[in-house]
C-alpha cells in the first residue's frame, strides 16, 4: 500500500510542477486570428528592429532561431531561401534569437553578429535581451515560425510551427509548410494547415 501511495505522490507532484508551464504557454501566446502586439528587438547592427518597420509590408514571417542549436543551424539555407523567394512579394524574414546568452555563449550578440555576417543573411537577424517577444508569441523552440499577414493596419496571426517536414535533411522536404502558408496568403486563400509541431531545440529562458 504504501509503494502504491509513494507512485500516486510522485505522479501527482510531477503533474503539479509541470501542468502550470503548458497552461502559462498557451494562455499567454498567441493563437490564430490573434492581431500580434507591436514589439522591438535588437538587430545585429545595434539598431531596435520594431514590427511597425515592416508596416509597409503584406506580411512577415517571423522566426525564433539561435546559433547552437543543430536544428536552427540546418534550417539556415532554406530561411535564407524563404527570404529571398518571399521578401520581393512583401513577406520577409525577422530572425529572432531569444535565449539567454548566458547559458550558451555560442548564443553571445557577438557571434549572433559574427553568424549574420559569415552566412551572409538576406534578412535582419535579431535579438530578444528581455525574453518579452518570445513569451509574448509562447514560443517554446528554435526554430520556430510565425506567419503574419497585414489586414486592416494590423499584423494577423495566420500560421504557426515548424518550417517543413524535415529538420534534418533539406534534400529530403515534402511538405513546406511555411512556402505553402504564404503563398496561400498571397493569393488570398485560407492557409490549408495553419498549426504544425516545431521540432528544434528548447528556448533557455532566464532566471
Known amino acids: 500500500m504504501k509503494i502504491v501511495m509513494s507512485w500516486f505522490l510522485a505522479g501527482l507532484l510531477v503533474s503539479l510542477l509541470t ?6 504557454q498557451s494562455a499567454t ?26 508596416k509597409a509590408q503584406k506580411g512577415l514571417i517571423v522566426v525564433f532561431t539561435s546559433n547552437h542549436c543543430p ?11 524563404l527570404d529571398r523567394k518571399f521578401a520581393p512579394q512583401g513577406f520577409p524574414v525577422l530572425a529572432i534569437m531569444p535565449n539567454d546568452p548566458a547559458l550558451y555563449e555560442e548564443d ?9 555576417r559569415d552566412k551572409g543573411y538576406s534578412y535582419a ?17 528554435t526554430p520556430q515560425v510565425y506567419v503574419l499577414k497585414q489586414t486592416g493596419g494590423q499584423f494577423i496571426l495566420e ?21 505553402e502558408a504564404v ?15 516545431p521540432i ?8
Open 125 to 141: 537577424y535579431t535579438i530578444d535581451e528581455t525574453q518579452a517577444t518570445a513569451h509574448a508569441f509562447g514560443a517554446t523552440r
Open 29 to 54: 501566446g498567441y493563437t490564430l486570428g490573434d492581431a500580434v502586439a507591436d514589439f522591438r528587438v535588437k538587430n545585429v547592427d545595434g539598431r531596435s528592429i520594431s514590427l511597425a518597420d515592416y
Open 159 to 179: 500560421y504557426f510551427g515548424t518550417i517543413d517536414d524535415s529538420p534534418q535533411d533539406g534534400a529530403n522536404v515534402q511538405r513546406k509548410y511555411v512556402d
Open 183 to 197: 503563398s496561400s496568403l498571397l493569393l488570398g486563400r485560407p492557409v490549408q494547415s495553419p498549426i504544425t509541431k
Open 19 to 24: 501542468q502550470p508551464v503548458v497552461l502559462a
Open 200 to 207: 528544434g531545440c528548447a528556448i533557455k529562458w532566464k532566471g
Open 108 to 116: 553571445s550578440f557577438e557571434n549572433v553578429k559574427a553568424r549574420a
Open 71 to 81: 536544428f536552427a543551424k540546418a534550417y539556415e539555407d532554406r530561411l535564407i531561401a
